[in-house]
């Protein structure tokens, strides 16, 4: 017998799923009959909450939401006029020259965090010649997000059991 096989000889013997598994272990049983599961709502559905997600996943983009909420009054932004912005009438949104200010951005960083809320639903975009100005689409944000509660948390709401239901 070489080394070798004197080494091999002595490892105990466990087959890779029992390792895998570790002691004592269940498997998993097979559901019951007429149990279904799988998604609440349609592929497509799922896509736009991904998207919504990917949106809301950021720091910059919920604080220019923030920004967006609170208004141009609160957010003591320029005067559109002032700057030579088209038009009889001040846009109702924030311009992106306001989010690089506010955030520190560079014009092309702002407009990618802008356009990654608009392709998502949440923001509507006001252009004025050369200038954008964005605004909350309150509509589509509470659809989005009593959507997103449905898909993952429909029992939360209402206290009904399950295995979603958060520990108080």
């Not at 989010?99 to 809320?117: I, N």
Request: positive net charge; contains cysteine; glycine residues 12%.
């Amino acid at each position: 017998m070489t080394t070798g096989d004197r080494q091999a000889a002595s490892r105990p013997r466990t087959t890779a799923g029992a390792a895998a598994r570790g002691a004592g272990s269940r498997a998993c049983a097979a559901p019951s009959a007429g149990a279904t599961c799988g998604p609440r709502v349609d592929a497509a559905t799922l896509e736009r909450l991904a998207r919504v997600a990917r949106a809301l996943a950021d720091p910059i983009r919920l604080g220019m939401l923030d920004v967006m909420l609170q208004g141009r009054e609160r957010c003591g932004v320029i005067d559109p006029a002032e700057c030579g912005v088209p038009g009889s009438t001040e846009p109702d949104g924030i311009c992106v020259c306001e989010f690089q200010r506010q955030f520190g951005l560079a014009q092309s960083t702002a407009s990618y965090h802008l356009r990654v809320l608009r392709d998502a639903g949440l923001v509507t975009e006001e252009a004025r010649g050369k200038w954008s100005f964005y605004t909350v689409d309150g509509r589509s944000m509470a659809d989005a997000l009593r959507a997103l509660q449905r898909a993952l948390a429909p029992g939360v709401a209402s206290g009904a059991a399950g295995h979603g239901r958060p520990r108080t």
